[in-house]
């Protein structure tokens, strides 16, 4: 079985509050890094019931493979136990040598109404194609980001029609769609980050995940940005931006500190 089936398989247990196939698909030391919830299966397996109770159900709109990591972008309905009613996630699981899932990342947010060009946190395309393109995307958001990182705003301006299509499309929600919304965007610097760090990059095919951290809304963030790619440039935008907790943390394994796979220079985000 693929890993992309069991990463169905898995949700589909979630949706079910089937804990003897969660227990069987989870290491026992299931890393988490959710900082709100324990390390460990058993305290995974413990909130069943709480979303059983609720009738907490998952959507899944897209699903990426990259190596032994799969990335899930979900819509969560019935998401009280969760902090809302419906929320819109992304979900990385890691897969073992022996395919068993032992490490888990998320952000979420509640779900927003349509943004200016009518477009929602999870809409658009969701077929994967271009799998031969993957790399060359990568390395594109790769060097996307470098320019991102620095704080030269002038020379992020001037190379954003490099990177992206004049008429993109664009899921934030407070932003439209084009090049002029987001350039407006940074040069107001109120719904557009300030990146700080690349932790990673995940990719398959036309859509490409970046994680990194930095600050959103004058708070210490976990940024996700999906991009969906074509021919070399971005053709739309996803995002989910959610603050670092400080506070009652469950676990100190961070909301980053992703398996490096590849002999790149710890100042680099991780390409796997």
Known sequence: MTNKRKAKAYYTAVNAYDEATIEYMIHENYIQHNLKVPTGRAAFVAMLPKLKEHG????????LEDGSHIIMHHKWKNATPLGCNE????????????????EHWNVMTETTPLNPSKRSLFDGETKIKDKEKTAANKSTITALFNQLISKNINKTIAIIPQYFKANFQQHHPQLVDGIPSLIKAIQDGVFFPHYKEQHAIFGE????????????????????DLFQMENGQIAAHWNIYQEIPTQDLANNNTMFNFQKTTKKSTQKPTVV
């Open 56 to 63: 907490s159900k998952i959507e899944n709109i897209r699903m």
């Open 205 to 224: 095919g036309n859509f490409v995940l970046s994680i990194s951290e930095g600050i959103y809304a004058g708070k210490k963030s976990a940024l996700y």
């Open 87 to 102: 929320a819109v996630a992304f979900h990385i699981i890691r897969f073992d040598t022996f395919g068993i899932i032992t």
